[in-house]
């Protein structure tokens, strides 16, 4: 793997296979998310995410899978922020030699509330505010006066559910401007944009999914300065030969971006994305030779 490529991809997928369209048990998510992180390409690997009200399960069956002498990092979804932020302390409290929840995933209502943020959560936890993608840089900066993260959801099972390439970009663009880093979820499960079944059902509706490499290179851009309408392009491109990688520098079409950017993207820009497939995003990367 070429390193720039290599930069781009560490620690960028967070599994959730307990989510749509998966929606595997959690018994069997635990299992593919051992074996992935065992796998030639679990470097790749980010987090294993699961909703707070499972965390009590996810107890009692985690010591058969956690394999090694390091614990599995966990992002929890929070809904029931009091509840919820009960389940991480007693989750963290008696579990913590197999896993440790260091990031919470706050759901979209909760981020009306964001300025009672208890001040000290964020030395504790990486904290993601689920909004819109419109949210205006005037709104972004409460979340980085927080010192928390933003999270755009970016597809869905329904065509209705992926936002359109224009709106994505105002996104990334706007966190960019206000220093806020993001992670994104959903229909992320391809490098490049694509017409998809957006379901693993055999009459799926189709949509064209935004691609993960797409998002990566975009987000280098828009940290670079680069304007809205460049970065919308390099969204909305079909074409995995307008992407090249190498040892110095990754390139989309004429655009090219440093080693240095791109390290600089994925520490403060582009953290992550969560997907329930982990096996698509590998093989659709070998696919294409760059795995």
Known sequence: MPATLHSLLDGVIDYA?????????????LQNYSEYRSSPNARMLGRFIVQASRLSELGVLLPRFVRGSS????????????????????????????????????APELFQRIETMPANLRNEFLVYYEIPLNTPVERLHAIEGKGARAKARTGGVKPEAIPGAHELAMFVTNCAQAGVPFKATAGLHHPIRSMRALTYES???????????????????????????LVREVLSDENASSFSFNAAEARWKQESVSASLLQKTREGLFISFGSCSFDEPVEDLMSLGWL
Not at 17 to 29: I, K, M, N, T, V
Not at 73 to 102: H, Q
């Open 17 to 29: 296979g307990l989510f749509p369209p998966a929606d595997l048990s959690l018994e069997q998510a």
């Open 71 to 106: 614990p599995w990092k966990i992002s929890v979804l929070i809904k029931d922020s009091d509840l919820d932020m009960e389940c991480v302390a007693k989750f963290n409290r008696d579990l913590g030699e197999f896993a440790i929840v260091d990031s919470m995933e706050f």
């Open 203 to 229: 009459n799926a509706p189709k949509g064209k999914m935004h691609g993960f490499l797409n998002l990566l290179m975009a987000a280098c851009l828009a940290c670079a300065g680069k304007s809205t309408d």
